[in-house]
T-cell receptor, first 111, second 114 residues
Framework: TQLLEQSPQFLSIQEGENLTVYCNSSSVFSSLQWYRQEPGEGPVLLVTVVTGGEVKKLKRLTFQFGDARKDSSLHITAAQTGDTGLYLCAGGETSGSRLTFGEGTQLTVNP | DAGITQSPRHKVTETGTPVTLRCHQTENHRYMYWYRQDPGHGLRLIHYSYGVKDTDKGEVSDGYSVSRSKTEDFLLTLESATSSQTSVYFC?????????????FGQGTRLTVV
């Protein structure tokens, strides 16, 4: 099983600040997905990146896939209280149909 | 709403009893997955299916079995529940496999084994 490590595990910031969440592995993934999960709900997909070096922007969120397809980052600009949630990265394994998740980053944006 | 229904949503059961969780989809997606979510571990894959009667093990499959007799239903059975299986269980579906398309998740089943 290919492993993904997320950091930090917990992040508490003030509204308006910027932040970056990291997702790292020693393995190569065919794709990397980022999900956001709210309490009592299942994760919801934010973005999928498939090409090494790829950068995708979703409003204030910027996602990057590492050149070697082993790592990814999520950057949020000017965080809002509505960004609060659990952010999960997930890698599509090159060998089959599995989607491997990181442990998650619990983000709290304070007003 | 991705057309995924998990049942039950909450269950308390005793150690040693069998438990079956159901995932029902209305999307006709080929792939279905069962994950468990525990603090500090993220989502861990238990079993998955890539078609009717086609299933495979995930990373934490011990103590669990699955069945998929119809495209729309994927059942997860805890053969003899243990306290370590207390968790939140999520079902997910995807059209072509997680590398190619979005995975949609159900709302989860909170299982407590006492």
């Amino acid at each position: 099983t290919q492993l993904l490590e997320q950091s930090p595990q917990f992040l508490s910031i003030q509204e308006g600040e910027n932040l970056t969440v990291y997702c790292n592995s020693s393995s190569v993934f065919s794709s990397l997905q980022w999900y956001r999960q709210e309490p009592g709900e299942g994760p919801v997909l934010l973005v999928t990146v498939v090409t090494g070096g790829e950068v995708k922007k979703l409003k204030r969120l910027t996602f990057q896939f590492g050149d070697a397809r082993k790592d990814s980052s999520l950057h949020i600009t000017a965080a809002q209280t509505g960004d609060t949630g659990l952010y999960l990265c997930a890698g599509g394994e090159t060998s089959g149909s599995r989607l491997t998740f990181g442990e998650g980053t619990q983000l709290t944006v304070n007003p | 709403d991705a057309g995924i229904t998990q049942s039950p949503r909450h269950k308390v059961t005793e150690t040693g009893t069998p438990v079956t969780l159901r995932c029902h989809q209305t999307e006709n997606h080929r792939y279905m997955y069962w994950y468990r979510q525990d603090p500090g571990h993220g989502l861990r894959l238990i079993h998955y299916s890539y078609g009717v009667k086609d299933t495979d093990k995930g990373e934490v499959s011990d103590g669990y079995s699955v069945s998929r007799s119809k495209t729309e239903d994927f059942l997860l059975t805890l053969e003899s529940a243990t306290s370590s299986q207390t968790s939140v269980y999520f079902c997910a579906i995807s059209l072509q496999g997680p590398m190619n398309t979005e995975a949609f998740f159900g709302q989860g089943t909170r299982l407590t084994v006492v």
